[in-house]
């Protein structure tokens, strides 16, 4: 069984035979650290399963780049509103280091409810736990302190620290470089 159909099991209560079947539907596809998965202004045409690797979602803005996440082993990446509403990609999507991915075209993504019955249920409960999730990001993002927010992401991310760039962290979680490296070196006194 793969890392995505392991995922898969443990997110949906579907049958052996049909994460099988969905299995097939995803393509081993690999980057190059620096290539790009999706670049601002293209339409993005499919949905990845990190298997390895690294890709940071951000925005150019003003002369300077806001990282909106770190998609690492485990996570699905892609842009959720282009892909799924046809509109050109608002994100830029870009290897940190080489990557695996399980990839699903769009057009194939849509087949995948004429093989699970109960699919359009499943989805709309995966959906529901990603929002979520936003949910928890957002709230952490206008409650909490910077020192609170770097606890938060240590406990829940804390493996990113040594392999993406300081800079990449600190705009993701909404503060300065200069502000994560002072709250870094607090923790460790």
């Not at 209560?13 to 190059?32: A, C, D, M, W, Y």
């Not at 770097?150 to 990449?168: A, C, D, I, S, T």
């Amino acid at each position: 069984m793969t890392e995505l159909e392991q995922y898969i099991h443990q997110c949906f209560n579907i049958t052996p035979t049909e994460i099988s079947r969905v299995g097939t539907f995803f393509q081993e596809t690999h980057l190059k650290k620096g290539d790009f998965y999706l670049k601002k202004g293209h339409y993005c045409t499919t949905l990845s399963f990190v298997k390895e690797g690294l890709l940071r979602i951000y925005r150019p803005e003003d002369g300077h780049e806001v990282t909106q996440w770190i998609s690492a082993k485990g996570d699905f990446v892609t842009d959720l509103a282009s892909l799924y509403f046809r509109t050109p990609g608002r994100w830029m999507i870009q290897a940190l280091s080489d990557c695996t991915l399980y990839t699903i075209h769009w057009e194939q993504y849509q087949q995948i409810g004429k093989l699970v019955g109960n699919w359009h249920e499943l989805e709309k409960n995966f959906i529901a736990l990603c929002f979520v999730k936003l949910e928890e990001r957002f709230y952490a993002q206008i409650s909490m302190n910077a020192e609170e927010r770097y606890q938060l992401f240590m406990e829940q991310r804390g493996h990113l620290l040594n392999e993406v760039p300081l800079q990449f962290i600190a705009s993701m979680l909404g503060m300065k470089p200069e502000t994560l490296s002072r709250i870094r070196r607090k923790s460790i006194s």
